[in-house]
């Protein structure tokens, strides 16, 4: 009778597996996600019974294996949270970044002005000096005066 009992136990679970196998063939194996797998194993095995978690014998409950579902609320909440606050962080980080980077460009676009300034100052005084006239007229670091020669 023991040995009939282990072979029904062996046939069930030969009998498991092929639908197992029988059902993951339905799809190609890089479609098969924790989705699928899921549907394949509560069509073979069945929904879970109230108050009950498959494969786990009769005496352990959903809250034992999962947690309460409190506390995983709670986890769940304080996780965004941190999310959040790190999120507000790095979003302030890199606001005074872009800050700090305009603030350097403006301050080097004024120096490059200031050397334009003076070199075109510098021009027009040689220019001067070797006899070349230059309309000062307006003439600023936006417009190049007209030239003569006298």
Do not use: C, W
């Not at 194993?41 to 014998?57: L, N, P, Q, S």
């Not at 980080?93 to 120096?111: A, I, P, R, V």
């Not at 002005?113 to 600023?140: C, E, F, W």
């Amino acid at each position: 009778m023991m040995m009939v009992n282990q072979l029904k136990f062996m046939m069930m679970r030969l009998l498991l597996l092929f639908q197992f196998n029988e059902y993951l063939e339905e799809r190609p194996e890089d479609e098969q996600d924790d989705t699928f797998r899921e549907e394949v194993f509560t069509k073979v095995m069945g929904e879970d019974a109230h108050g009950r978690v498959r494969m786990y014998g009769t005496s352990v409950t959903p809250s034992q294996v999962f947690g309460n579902s409190k506390a995983y609320e709670t986890n769940e909440k304080r996780t965004i949270e941190e999310m959040e606050r790190k999120y507000e962080e790095m979003e302030k980080n890199y606001q005074t970044k872009l800050d700090d980077l305009k603030l350097s460009h403006e301050s080097q676009l004024g120096d490059m002005k200031l050397k334009y300034d003076d070199v075109s100052n510098r021009l027009n005084l040689l220019m001067a000096h070797v006899g070349i006239q230059v309309n000062p007229s307006g003439s600023t670091s936006e417009q190049v005066g007209e030239i003569s020669r006298s």
